[in-house]
């Protein structure tokens, strides 16, 4: 579906040059005497490069008709990743790079939404924060927690984030998946 550059927001999917990109940002700009442009980051669906393109605010882009599907993760094999849709318990699968570092936030039964194309997984959001387990965390030392210092430690998935000292291991923490920073302690 054609819409102009003026409608473009973030999150969108669209074909530049025959391939699906995601829109990280628009920015639009008015310089001087200039028209008015639509300067937005692209990020290729294909191959995870991120790359500048500039579109005048009338021109035509090709929007992508993808569809949200609310599905369950069930495990990674290989270099797939394997959902299940919950209305129609239809299995799908998406090529593991096509999440990159957010790979580390999925767990096993965590309901999400996946993007469709053509039949075909081409994304996942994730939900704003996720409690991960802490596998591994230095030692706490005794009166270091009033400090506001902190240390790094291992969650599940391999995530490593900073949190306060008296997190140890074995403990439950949330996670903010946008930044993958620490948010709180979790309790059992």
Request: hydrophobic content about 40%; charged content about 25%.
């Amino acid at each position: 579906m054609a819409i102009t550059a003026n409608e473009l927001r973030k999150g969108m999917v669209i074909l530049y040059n025959g391939e699906l990109c995601l829109v990280i940002d628009v920015v639009f700009v008015r310089p001087g005497n200039w028209r008015a442009m639509a300067q937005t980051k692209l990020k290729s669906l294909k191959n995870g490069s991120i790359f500048m393109q500039r579109y005048q605010t009338t021109e035509k882009v090709d929007e992508a008709t993808v569809e949200t599907r609310q599905m369950q993760y069930l495990y990674a094999s290989d270099n797939f990743l394997h959902f299940m849709d919950i209305h129609s318990y239809e299995q799908m699968e998406m090529e593991l790079d096509i999440m990159g570092d957010q790979f580390k936030f999925l767990k096993e039964q965590m309901e999400l939404y996946v993007r469709v194309y053509e039949g075909k997984a081409i994304g996942v959001e994730l939900p704003p924060s996720v409690d991960l387990e802490v596998l591994e965390a230095p030692p706490n030392v005794k009166g270091n927690s009033a400090s506001g210092n902190t240390k790094p430690v291992v969650c599940v998935g391999g995530h490593v984030v900073n949190v306060p000292m008296f997190i140890e291991a074995g403990e439950m923490i949330r996670v903010d998946t946008r930044t993958g920073d620490y948010l709180e302690r979790m309790k059992k």
